[in-house]
């Protein structure tokens, strides 16, 4: 049966994801003087103004107005008269020391930093083992970022979002139905002249790489309010956590509800998301199953999960699916701090990770992503298959 599934990205310049930045490169300047720092950090942002907050137990000390300035200053908020600019804006900081309670848990008995589910989720419709939808969407907006930093589209300014539809026959992705493409833009920029640069310098070279390539008839939705002059934190506040099913996987998969960005790897709404798509990305690699989608549950203070599920919607290949789990459970640490010294999780990489998605990019980028490598994938088949 045909169907349509949607899902969406937003830029770097996002409010949001502003704020997710700016979050993970306070974690990241924790980690890098103190690779055992245990950090929550939350980040809001408006009109001309940035605030910071959160707990933090660490050795490091941290300069939180420059990392947030450099951090916006990076993404591309040196323009002037959008009434939010990294030199500009004012900045308040309220971060205080991790509660006792809390790191008492976390150390002692090697448990989880809080309670919670994390969902894992991989497919085969694309390269990366990832849905097409929220797949494209992300590569869209990459482009986009890469060709407006180049300078090839001078009118666009930092704040976008990207949406795309695909048709499915069945787990088959079949079409490209709609795309569209909302960029904040200069002043005076002309849509016509707008909507051209973006089939020509984004959606073409995307498509041209993206696999499958997928038929698509040139439906695009360009800014369809009309005008898009007022972006960015002057358009729409933002807060750090608000796009969890933009990192994941677009609605495809679902989702326990934790945010990534500004905790570090005790926090097992991170390390326990990303080692359960590193589960999942190495059962279909293996070709255990052609879907999969795995929840992993924890108590705080506690190292072991209190359950593991793995779901295969009818696309495994062994007739025991109980047996996929006995694999997982044999293969994959799956203790907080196993997790974290199997992903290598106190290395200061996750910067990288806040915009474009978590998951669905290569390994190894700028030395972080290992939740994406397929390297249990072969021993994986040869116990199930």
């Avoid at 048709?167 to 079409?175: I, L, N, R, W």
């Avoid at 790897?265 to 190495?282: F, L, P, Q």
Wanted: charge should be negative; proline fraction near 5%.
């Amino acid at each position: 049966m045909s169907t349509m599934f949607t899902s969406e990205s937003v830029s770097e310049g996002h409010p949001d994801k502003i704020c997710d930045q700016i979050s993970d490169a306070v974690l990241d300047a924790h980690l890098k003087g103190d690779p055992d720092a245990h950090v929550a950090c939350e980040t809001l942002v408006t009109t001309n103004f940035c605030l910071l907050a959160g707990e933090v137990k660490s050795h490091t000390n941290v300069d939180y107005e420059k990392v947030a300035r450099d951090t916006i200053r990076s993404i591309g908020y040196d323009i002037p008269d959008l009434g939010f600019h990294y030199s500009e804006n004012t900045y308040k900081v309220k971060i205080h020391s991790q509660s006792p309670d809390i790191n008492h848990g976390v150390i002692d008995n090697e448990g989880a930093g809080d309670q919670g589910l994390m969902f894992g989720f991989a497919c085969s419709e694309t390269e990366f083992l990832m849905p097409y939808p929220i797949q494209l969407a992300h590569r869209l907006l990459e482009q986009l970022r890469e060709s407006r930093k180049a300078g090839e589209i001078a009118w666009a300014r930092p704040d976008a979002k990207s949406q795309v539809t695909v048709e499915y026959d069945g787990y088959t992705p079949v079409s490209i139905g709609e795309i569209l493409l909302s960029v904040h833009h200069a002043p005076l920029a002309e849509n016509e002249e707008m909507e051209a640069d973006i089939r020509k310098k984004v959606i073409a070279p995307v498509l041209e790489r993206c696999k499958p390539s997928l038929k698509w008839d040139g439906k695009l939705f360009f800014n369809p309010s009309g005008r898009f002059a007022i972006g960015g934190p002057h358009g729409d506040a933002g807060l750090t956590g608000r796009k969890i099913i933009v990192d994941t996987y677009g609605g495809a998969g679902r989702h326990g509800g934790g945010a990534f960005s500004g905790k570090d790897s005790t926090k097992v709404d991170r390390s326990g998301a990303y080692m359960a798509r590193h589960i999942a990305k190495n059962i279909v690699k293996a070709g255990v199953a052609d879907r999969c989608e795995i929840q992993i549950a924890y108590a705080i203070g506690k190292p072991e999960p209190v359950s593991v599920m793995i779901e295969t919607f009818g696309t495994e290949k062994v007739s025991d699916v109980s047996s996929i789990e006995r694999a997982v459970r044999d293969i994959f640490p799956l203790h907080p701090y196993r997790i974290i010294e199997y992903l290598e999780l106190k290395k200061p990489i996750f910067s990288s990770t806040s915009s474009f998605g978590h998951f669905g990019r290569e390994p190894g980028t700028n030395g972080s992503f290992t939740w994406e490598k397929t390297d249990r994938a072969e021993e994986l088949a040869s116990m199930l298959l």
